[in-house]
Structures are given as structure tokens and as C-alpha cells.
């Protein structure tokens, strides 16, 4: 699987350095239609390790509708670091290779900000 940026100013990396919370991780997911079910159980497997990962809160898979083959995770974590921590643990890192070769996901950090009146 490759990594694409979201933000070519501000590294997934970085933020994953960060030690504020409680944080939203967003990823997009792109891959060949033809591996959309094998990007399904790849993801489904991740989301089980995570869910048992310190500081994990909740996650959601969403798809693009149409027969659409992209795909967005909406994950919440305490923080920043703990995600960062459950993404680089060799074990998370292995898991990585079980993705179809024609997924790229762009995974960036986000707060959620109030904006009065909304």
C-alpha cells in the first residue's frame, strides 16, 4: 500500500508526534475496483487491532456510493500519540503488506473545532 499526504506542509508523521487530544484520524483509501473486497478484510483486521490498542476510542469505515472504490476511516483516538504509538508497533506494521497493491490511503490527524452558531 502507498501513502499519499494530505497536506504537503504537515506530515502524518508529525502529527503523529503530537500529544493533544482527544484526536480524529482521517483516511482516504483509493484502490482499483477490482480490490475493494480484499481493501474490506485488510482494513477489518486493522480496525480489530486497533480497537484493542491504548487510547483507541471508536472507528468507521464510510464508501463511496455509486460503486464507488474509495473509502474513508473516521477513527478517534486520545491522542495523537497514542495512535502514533498503535501505527508504528511492528505488529500494525506487518499488517500493512495484507492491503491489495493498488490501495494508497492519506491518513491525516484533525481537532475538532467549534464554530459558533454551527
Do not use: C
Not at 506487518?94 to 490501495?103: V, W
Amino acid at each position: 500500500m502507498q501513502l499519499r499526504e494530505l497536506d504537503e506542509h504537515v506530515t502524518y508523521g508529525t502529527q503523529l508526534q503530537e500529544d493533544d487530544g482527544p484526536v480524529v484520524l482521517i483516511n482516504v483509501f483509493t484502490v482499483a475496483p477490482e480490490d475493494a473486497e480484499r481493501l474490506l478484510e485488510a482494513w477489518t483486521d486493522d480496525a480489530a487491532f486497533m480497537k484493542r490498542q491504548p487510547g483507541f476510542i471508536s472507528t468507521q469505515l464510510h464508501r463511496g456510493t455509486a460503486g464507488s472504490s474509495t473509502f474513508v476511516n473516521v477513527a478517534e483516538w486520545e491522542s495523537a500519540r497514542a495512535l502514533g504509538q498503535a501505527f508504528r508497533s511492528p505488529e500494525f506494521q506487518a499488517r500493512i503488506a495484507h492491503y491489495p497493491d493498488s490501495a494508497v490511503a492519506s491518513p491525516h490527524v484533525f481537532e475538532r473545532i467549534g464554530v459558533p452558531g454551527i
